[in-house]
């Protein structure tokens, strides 16, 4: 349960400071690259504004008091101006026009939850027990009341940043003339394109201590001073025995606008106060991080409720990724004097929590880093060591500070965010399909390059052959781009030569010219030669940095003056084929490689990753980048306001300024998206600074679809939320993640049965198969056993959520994360097999040996994609386009108008409703649906019942829109549902082509997939002779569609596809048809609150509400026995269901004559008793968790003998189906089945069927009032497990607990008046 809430006293001191606006810290990456220089000019200055290190020894029990009335400001030194006019007016613009108001929030539609949108309720979960996921304020306060934080965030949202607002007056006291450096003081107030530093968190709250003490001479007082942040806040007493954490704010918060949030603030705090730790560790630990040195203070334990204590740091596990991550508690801003020159320097103080162990530490930011956006509830990974008293200080010249490390930002991302930090942002948040033949031909000619470069002694008929291979491989992007085939392979082979020249310079050769490289002033020229490419396009994580990339060649190599004194080490090397080598662009190159070496260094496990290597293809030059500790502050500072960035946009929506360069702006290709967010959530046409442009871009745009598009891009970014969260797990401590059902650990490489170490190559991949590290050590005994007979998992076996087709990351468990990306494609109880696109490889070891492999010890994660939600953001944004076509969509989607549908005179004469009329196979309500498709001028909706044969209807929907001469779209969100309609459609002799990674293609269709196609005119052919094209919703960037339209678009399963995924499809066809069944299953949505705020409605359900007449329904079905079809029919849809012939209606099982032993299942398969509930209430049999988990054996056990029974009497596998609503009951009925009976969850089992189905309900509780808020409570899952049998239907569970469900006690009720409950005992189980 919740922690619960302690009674709060808060008050807040007010500040005499009056607000000022600090000097803006926008970081030119030209300023980063100069800083040095700029160091050593100011160096000289009789006044250097370098702060020195703070005194973090001192004493501050000594400290006295500075007077509130002193004057802080010595020598009445001018003022510095916090800001410049024009900042000052962008800020005031961007202010005036924010969306995020209290008046705006009352409107949107919140509500209240039963629990906290923090718990994700899965089939893993079965929704009585609520537990916190235990991080202090994880998810930064959201378990906070879901009525009240929507409207506290969006208020505080609207506030300017307190940390980067407040500077003591003395701040503006400096006199200029003790600074020499001309550009430090540019530095200093310089403007920034950023925003003006609006909060993106409820937590953005400053505890601002702003006690600024004169420290004349006196650095230690001023230190001495600094300490009283820690000391325990009024809002609460100090409680020993309670890990607290309080925010106390002192500054003039009714001035700030968060005086009426302030004490709610406190309150939130107070909730989770006790909060610390995931993981239940013993309560009698003594705190001593600093064992060993007796000078060390002890901390004290933090009791947990729950009784969890505080894990110390000698306690992690070797597991650890990222453990050193802080919550920042408070944050302070001071100043001191640099020497007797009275100058006045600020700084910040940070009061951190560690989030593992409890411990609270200090960081002081000096220097540059003063001006870091940071407030209370971000979280900070410091790059540095803490001293004995738990400070640390991060400066010009030592440590690192990183922000949301958890968000790894790209360093191409990072680099290129200097000169648009919108583009950026928008960058990371939308998938646009661009496709460009300067930007294809570079991507070929890395691809080239790379193969050079693993080739010993590359020739040119070697890289020749490698051009008209990648030549090949890319027929279809050169579709896509409408380049010339021929031309551009010239382009590649004219390449070539350089190419050659460059790899035998720097191969480790006797002959010819050594390559020497310019490092610059400080290192010089030195020569260089590659040992060993250890990896190409290599995929490198570090969450110490909160970075990612891939590195285009990781190299080995000798570095020295001459070779004979040159030193071995590891460089990353950036191939550029572009023109740009100069200005702007070379300085975002030279960021590139120097974030690739913090990638490196923490990969590699190397310290000594300093420098590396910008090759240009264009001029055939060569740069060596050393790494200057000024530039990687600067590419740090900016890493950390991207991420802050694209945080604040993900939770507000609010992106950092338009750049208002219509020069820049009109060839960017985020103009339309960057426009119409400016139009939804700022709307000042000045603001743009885009003048008629904008206009062009935005004036269609009215009030309804901005309402629109903002409610759909909130609800994203919910869902989005869960996805992130999740991946954010891969970072965790091993010893946190081993109970997640999304990960695997603690496996091994199986080379048992012939397989390899070096992986199994197929169709151009490595397979590898792992298995837990303890069946590895038992000699895998377990593959000796029959698995099935067991009657539950062994404790080393693979039951997870993981299933084939997810994609997901291996991670070594000794803490390197992120080693390979792969696929899943074979898992069972006991092995799990990955599919890669290159070997696996340790980093670091020379090359990998095959013990190595073997002895390491892997973790397997699921990737959680966050691309589908960047295409939703892109669909849901094209949707507003100013296009004649998308118009009209938006008209009908948006303001919902109604469809238009010719008349019956003009349809007369059309051949395809001939055929229809002619057609014997289909029946009325089939024929009445395709004459509805047929006439739609804008579109149709198929309302497919269950059995009621809608595929078959869309079969010859198509075949009568080919008679017509039209172009069909097929698509629905699965791979499977596509593949079900164009094996019908092969049936029928109908040509197609099907879009999709082989791989995830049905192999009867696989050879319809583009195959054999040598040369863009062969595509240009096919694509003009096909008139049918199969694709999933999230394949429609397909390069074979760019600039592809099509007559119709029919989306099969459409009630289970979210709005913002349908949307893409409909675009690229004038009229479309939704086919569906908004009754049963809707759209997977993850986030409660995005569920609970209307992101499960589909686009079907939303036109069937608005207007249903243009839904044609399918009622005649074809699948269920009478007796199956009367429980749905009563339950949910009203009689409206019917048998489509007689056959159909009495159908039974036909078993074999073998007597049943026990009475009981005799009466079960009884032939004539197609429905059959077996209630477990006098058994009893109790539901039990395990974790998360729930599953029930004594209804295992029943499920099992009824199986058994079935297959005695000759009743085949493949005509029973066992289904259940937690994954963790399908995963124990496998292990207690011997039969290869088809086992999944209800969700798994849409638009399947078998002859006989049993249902297994789970759920058997004394208390079971929550049982209507888990899986069972939602009417269209059960009504989906209650339409999968065609002949008999067996459920199992507790009728005392399913009463509780309104639902499920109409069904217990209708199964008793058809006279099919059965209650079982103990004894009946029992032997005969």
């Known amino acids: 349960m919740a922690p619960r809430k302690k009674p709060s006293s808060s008050s807040t001191r007010k500040s005499n400071l009056s607000r000022q606006q600090p000097p803006s810290s926008k970081y030119g990456i030209q300023h980063f690259f100069e800083r040095h220089s700029q160091t050593q000019a100011v160096s000289t200055s009789p006044c250097p504004p370098e702060l020195p290190k703070p005194d973090l020894n001192s004493n501050p029990k000594t400290s006295p008091k500075p007077s509130p009335n002193a004057d802080p400001c010595p020598n009445g030194s001018e003022p510095l101006p916090a800001v410049l006019p024009q900042q000052d007016a962008e800020a005031n613009s961007e202010k005036k026009s924010s969306p995020i108001s209290p008046e705006f929030i009352k409107n949107a539609p919140f509500k209240r939850f039963k629990f906290s949108p923090l718990i994700k309720q899965s089939q893993d979960d079965g929704g009585d027990e609520i537990s916190w996921k235990i991080s202090p304020l994880n998810q930064r306060f959201r378990p906070f009341n879901a009525n009240k934080l929507p409207r506290t965030m969006s208020i505080l949202a609207d506030q300017p940043r307190p940390i980067g607002s407040f500077i003591h007056p003395c701040l503006q006291q400096q006199n200029y003339s003790c600074t020499s450096a001309a550009s430090f003081q540019k530095w200093l107030s310089s403007p920034s394109a950023k925003d003006t ?251 080239i390059f790379q193969a050079g470069l693993l080739k010993d002694s590359p020739t040119r008929n070697f890289l020749e052959e490698c051009a008209i291979i990648t030549l090949q491989k890319n027929i279809e992007n050169l579709y896509a781009c409408g380049a010339d085939q021929n031309a551009t392979l010239v382009e590649l082979v004219d390449a070539i030569p350089r190419i050659i020249k460059w790899i035998k310079c720097f191969r480790n050769s006797e002959e010819g010219d050594k390559a020497v490289v310019d490092f610059g002033q400080n290192e010089g020229r030195k020569e260089i030669s590659i040992i060993e490419v250890i990896d190409i396009e290599e995929m490198a994580w570090a969450p110490k940095y909160g970075l990612k990339g891939i590195i285009d060649a990781s190299l080995r190599v000798k570095k020295g003056a001459s070779i004979g004194d040159s030193t071995e080490t590891i460089i990353p090397l950036e191939f550029k084929t572009g023109k740009g080598t100069t200005g702007q662009t070379a300085l975002e190159h030279c960021a590139q490689v120097i974030l690739y070496t913090l990638l490196m260094s923490e990969r590699y496990l190397h310290k000594d990753v300093d420098s590396g290597l910008l090759y240009y293809l264009h001029t055939d030059e060569t740069r060596g980048i050393k790494v200057q500790r000024s530039d990687l502050v600067g590419l740090i500072m900016r890493r950390n306001e991207l991420a802050s960035d694209i945080l604040k946009a993900s939770t507000t929506q609010v992106l950092p300024p338009m750049l208002k360069n219509p020069t820049v702006c009109k060839n960017c290709r985020h103009l339309n998206s960057c426009s119409i967010y400016h139009k939804a959530y700022v709307g000042s046409y000045e603001a743009s600074g885009l003048g008629d442009l904008y206009d062009r871009k935005t004036g269609h745009l009215n009030v309804v679809h901005i309402e629109f598009l903002k409610h759909w891009d909130r609800l994203i970014d919910l869902e989005a939320k869960t996805c992130q969260v999740a991946g954010k797990e891969i970072f965790r401590a091993q010893h946190l993640r081993e109970n997640s059902s999304s990960c695997l650990s603690s496996l091994v490489l199986d080379v048992t049965n012939g397989f390899s170490e070096d992986g199994s190559p197929h169709n151009g991949r490595f397979v590898y198969h792992f298995v837990h590290q303890r069946t590895s050590q038992h000699n895998h005994e377990m593959f000796n056993l029959d698995i099935k007979q067991a009657s539950e998992p062994q404790a080393d076996s693979l039951v997870c959520s993981l299933r084939c087709g997810d994609f997901v990351i291996i991670s070594m468990v000794n803490g390197r994360p992120a080693v390979a990306q792969g696929i899943i494609c074979g898992i069972n109880e006991f092995h799990i097999s990955i599919s890669l696109s290159r070997r696996l490889r340790i980093p670091g070891n020379h090359r990998s040996s095959k013990a190595d ?96 044969g809608k595929t078959s209807t869309i079969v010859h929907a198509v075949k009568a829109f080919l008679i017509r001469g039209a172009s069909i779209l097929l698509t629905s969100y699965t791979n499977s549902a596509i593949d079900n309609l164009l094996i019908k459609l092969k049936a029928q002799g109908i040509d197609f082509i099907r879009l999709g990674r082989q791989e995830a293609v049905h192999e009867d269709i696989r050879h319809y997939c583009f195959t054999d196609i040598h040369s863009v005119d062969d595509v240009k052919l096919r694509m003009d002779q096909i008139r049918v094209v199969g694709v999933t919703c999230l394949g429609i960037k397909h390069p074979l569609l760019v600039n592809k339209k099509f007559d119709v678009c029919i989306m099969d399963e459409a009630g289970q596809i979210t709005l913002p995924v349908s949307l893409g499809p409909l675009m690229l066809a004038s009229t479309f048809v939704l086919v569906g069944d908004h009754y049963q299953l809707p759209p997977l949505v993850q986030s409660t609150e995005a569920r609970e705020n209307g992101m499960a409605v589909s686009l079907f359900c939303r036109l069937s509400e608005a207007h249903p007449q243009a839904i044609s329904a399918l009622q005649s079905q074809y699948r269920m026995c009478a007796g199956i079809m009367e429980l749905s029919n009563t339950l949910i849809y009203g009689n409206r269901l019917r048998c489509g012939s007689l056959d159909v209606a009495n159908a039974k099982m036909k078993l074999s004559l073998v007597e049943p032993i026990k009475w009981w299942l005799k009466e079960v398969l009884d032939p004539n008793k197609s429905v059959v509930f077996i209630n477990t209430d006098m058994l009893p049999a109790p539901e039990v968790r395990e974790e998360n988990n729930v599953h029930n054996p004594v209804e295992t056990l029943i499920i099992s003998e009824i199986t058994l029974g079935l297959l005695e009497r000759e009743i085949s596998e493949d005509e029973i189906g066992i289904i259940t609503p937690y994954n963790s009951q399908a995963s124990h009925i496998q292990c207690a089945t011997s039969a290869c009976v088809e086992i999944h969850t209800i969700d798994k089992y849409q638009g399947r069927d078998k002859d006989c189905l049993i249902i297994s309900f789970v759920r058997s509780v004394e208390n079971s009032k929550s049982c209507s808020t888990s899986l069972l409570g939602d009417w269209r899952r059960i009504n989906v497990a209650l339409t999968r049998a065609k002949k008999k239907l067996i459920m199992v569970g507790s009728c005392g607990t399913l009463s509780k469900v309104p639902l499920l006690k109409l069904l217990i009720d209708k199964v008793n008046e058809l006279g099919g409950m059965l209650n079982i005992s103990n004894k009946d189980l029992g032997p005969a």
Request: charged share 25%.
């Open 197 to 447: 530093g609006e909060s993106f968190s409820s937590s953005r709250l400053l505890s601002a201590e702003q006690d600024t003490e004169p420290c004349i001479g006196n650095e230690s007082a001023c230190m001495e001073s600094s300490s009283k942040v820690f000391q325990t806040p009024p809002s609460s007493s100090c409680d020993d025995s309670k890990g607290t954490v309080v925010v106390v704010s002192k500054d003039d918060s009714h001035e700030l606008g968060f005086g009426l949030h302030h004490k709610t603030f406190l309150e939130l705090l107070d909730q989770v106060g006790d909060v610390v730790i995931d993981k239940a560790v013993p309560t009698n630990i003594t705190q001593n991080h600093y064992s060993g040195n007796p000078s060390c203070r002890t901390k004290k334990n933090c009791n947990l409720k729950g009784k969890k204590a505080a894990v110390t740091a000698s306690q992690k596990i070797n597991g650890s990724i990222n453990d050193d991550v802080f919550l920042v508690l408070e944050v302070s801003e001071k100043c001191r004097t640099a020497d007797s020159s009275h100058v006045l320097n600020p700084y910040k103080v940070l009061r951190l929590l560690h989030e593992l162990t409890g411990e609270e530490r200090a960081l002081y930011l000096c220097d540059e880093w003063f001006y870091s956006i940071i407030g209370p509830g971000d979280t900070v990974s410091v790059v540095g060591k803490f001293d004995e008293e738990g400070k640390c200080i991060v400066n010009h010249s030592d440590n690192l500070a990183i922000v949301f490390p958890d968000i790894l930002m790209s360093g191409t991302r990072v680099a290129s965010s200097f000169s648009c930090p919108r583009r950026a942002v928008l960058d990371e948040r939308l998938r646009a399909s661009e496709y460009s033949s300067p930007a294809l031909v570079g991507t070929m000619l890395h691809q």
């Open 853 to 948: 492999l073997m002895h390491a010890v892997w973790r397997i994660d699921k990737d959680e994609i966050a691309t589908s939600y960047s295409m939703m953001r892109f669909n849901l944004l094209e949707l507003f386009d100013s296009n004649l076509q998308i118009s009209r969509l938006r008209k009908m989607v948006v303001d919902l108008e109604a469809p238009r549908f010719d008349s019956g005179g003009l349809l007369s004469q059309d051949p395809a409703v001939s055929y229809v009329h002619l057609e014997s196979c289909i029946n009325d309500d089939q024929r009445r649906a395709i004459k509805k498709i047929l006439s739609a001028k804008d579109y149709a909706l198929i309302l497919g019942m269950p059995g009621t």
